[in-house]
């Protein structure tokens, strides 16, 4: 049965059908567009889904559509509406990402965590980001950029 | 004289790492197809050996919805990259759990998935082989009885009315001779299971027949334009009305190389004209329905003079290829020419076999089969190395081949810095130093390997560019290499930019499409650093030709006083004179006369080495010129491990490469990075595990474990040598698949050198260091 859902999307309400049984990933990628949560397993075991859902990161692939009913979803399109983030031109600039797949995902968990926690010491950072695989890069680059962002909050430089 | 490089050889942010921070990178999945779009969803075996008795669909075309159901009937004929062993559907028989027996389009892939399950498939069951062992047994099911029938590369060698798919033989010097004059002899037994790569984004294709006819897929691929030719092929197509479009790819390892579900995307669409046709693999068929690493069982015997040189080396490996050898044949050919090591050795004695059996089908994986043959060589060494009394790193210098030396099928080895490499790891890790734990109920240990990967390649493999300029004086390179994250934009990028004198913002690079971007054989074998960048060094020279000559003819200087630097051409003999490109480079120079010289400056250039020779005497292996060059290396780990529960953590890793020459050291930092985490789930916690009947019992994160940012050490040290590869572009052969084929040996060792247990089968799991420490079975003497 549809269900006409109503939520805050990137900082825009947005309206749109869904069946009861249908899964936020698909809804944001197949009929809002949103296409940068991406599928890697369904079931919330790589990350590459990650979204926030009112500033909580969330694995989308296994959360129903009906659930943010009323709610505030950020994928990593609205994230950036200002202009890449701290983290985003930290990513950058330590060449983070090689296939670039795991990336959005990461860059949502990187938020929640750094929200929360502005300098996180290294192992708390990796222990936040556990989640998140990435087959390519081995994370060093990854703990490098995230090392610098944490250094950067500490300083209390913008 | 040393070049004065501008922009090759100096770090640089990667050309695609913008669009993939910033979510604006669209790969396949990504790409919106419209309302038009269907679905494709696939039926599996449930056996992994079984012969198809009856398949009925008919329930299945009734579910509302559903646009076309496809099965082998449709589709009889077989396919495969090197020999043709593998159905688009099956007719007769399944040979692996997951094989694709029907494929369902609908217009919703739920619709699509329902009506699976209304297929009915009558299956009688067949004895199921798991281990190349007993595939090569005798009395054993043959799993491919038509072996002797199917289509064949010419330098492959199936024996038919056997399980072996391909058998490449070295026999070099005098085997008997040489183990008789050895006075050391050091035997081992090892075994490797399948892996599997997952990339994160799993396998993809959407594929569309326009009413008029041509195909156009968009695939998650590594190879556009071998996917192109076998569905040309295939289906009798001219290869201009096929086209393969490969948008980023989220992730690759050999897992995308050649061609896999993509003709199953294909049959769907051709079933639905005028529809896009998408069909993408869960996380459960990624792991079944891809391919996975070939599994390995090997005996290795090495004969030592009293010195430490090898006299005498014997290599017989039993490669399980899974359910069709139609890549991983040549994973067994490969490793057949090159599975001695690094080392120069005068006689030797190698079989590798391609054992069929029920499990996966393998195929290329990071490494193509040199990270599970190294694993036995580097643990024998090592263990001859204590038996010895010679130190294990000492050993591998003494043995280290050299220019000019005889590889295994007795062509000179290319240059090398095998010694540097091994050095540099040496000293980074603190060889020979003795760490202890603060912890009294854990010891620090250290292990070493030493290793060598060519690319595997058709003798006529080739690459070809095209760049074109603009208005402005941007270029756009046009490459058939396929951006895998191992950084190929970049390095295409920087080539052209060094040899036309661009700044790198001014530089694009294009991501294959097969209507537009000249032809690459595929992005496999570590090798497009090398071949995919000579041919755009060749082509960025044919436009800097164009563009001198045209300033030859309009401002009357010499071509040979003109070069090109900072975006323009300038002359060595006037300091003033600069004309930047965007003045002409689609305009023309404007004469004295009003007239025009010049147009738009397009450059081409292609590659093939033109000195390799695959057709070798089947009997020796010899005769041939089969792989291009080695690229060398070496990695070491310091670990730590609890006495008690076998748990390990490696603290420190050091790797290095000789590279040839480093077109981005950055970049090639990361590769060696990222290469050794991967191997480091291949050592410590990857393995797919098969019940009985060949069904995995662990397709998923959660029970196939890959590292993750907290699994990793916290000291990692990629290191970079540059011996200059003679016909490599400013000297660079590739080196990203290699990086994680040390770990797995180095790994085992530094277990031995610590417990003093030596693991002969991967992974090196903390159960097997504990339940094995005290079992004199297992023991080696320090």
Known sequence: ?158 | MKENLKVVGHDAVRLDIVEKVLGAAEYTDDIAFGPNLLHMAILGSPYAHAEILSIDTSEAKKLPGVKAVITGEDYPEKFGLYLKDKSIFPVDRVRQVGEQVAGVVATSYEIARNATKLIKVEYKELPVILDPYDSIAEGAILIHPDLGNYVIEPWLEAQPGTNIGHLRRIRKGDIDKGFAEAETIVEGEYHIPHVAHTCIETHISVSKFSLDGRLTMWNSTQSPHTQRNIMAVALGMNHKDVRVIAPPIGGGFGGKAGISMEVMAAAGAKSCPGHPVKLRWTREEEFYNSSQRTGLRNKVKIGFKKNGKIIAFKHEMFWDVGASAEYGSNVVNATGFSATGPYYIPNVYIDSKACYTNNPTCSAYRGFGYSEFSFGIESTMDKAAKIMGIDAVELRRINAIKEGEGVAYDVPMNPNGLIECIDKVAEEIGWGIEEKSDDPNKIIAKGFASVWKAPAMPANESSSAFIKFSEDGSINVMVSGMELGQGLLTVMGKIAAEVLGLTLDKVRVELPDTDRNPYEWQTVASHVTWSCGNAVKRAAIDARDKILDIVQRAHFIDKSQLYLEDNGVKCTTQDSFYIPFSDFVITGIQTEHNTWVGGPILGSGMFMPEYTNAMVDPKTGLGGHPMVHYTVGAGAVKVEIDKETGRMKVLKMAEAFDLGKAINPDLSKDQINGGFVQGLGTAMWEQCIFDEKGKMLNDGFTDYKIPTIVDVPRDMNPILVEVPQPDGPYGARGHSEHTMIPVMPAIANAVANGLSVRIVDVPVTAEKIAMRMNDPKYKEEM
């Open chain 1, 1 to 158: 049965m549809n269900h006409i859902l109503k939520f805050n999307l990137n900082g825009e309400a947005v309206e749109v059908a869904v069946k009861s049984n249908e899964k936020l990933l698909d809804v944001l990628r197949d009929k809002l567009g949103a296409v940068s949560a991406k599928f890697g397993c369904g079931v919330a075991e790589c990350g590459a889904c990650t979204v926030l859902i009112d500033d909580l990161s969330v694995r989308s692939c296994i959360t129903f559509a009906v659930e943010v009913e009323g709610k505030s979803v950020v994928t990593l399109e609205g994230l950036q509406a200002d202009g890449p983030t701290k983290i985003q031109k930290a990513f950058i600039k330590h060449n983070a990402f090689q296939c670039g797949f795991c990336a959005p995902g990461f860059i949502m968990s990187a938020t929640e965590l750094i929200s929360k926690n502005p300098s996180p010491n290294e192992e708390e950072m990796r222990h936040a980001l556990a989640g998140n695989l990435c087959r390519c890069t081995g994370y060093q680059n990854i703990v490098d950029a995230m090392n610098e962002v944490a250094e950067d909050n500490k300083g209390g430089v913008k």
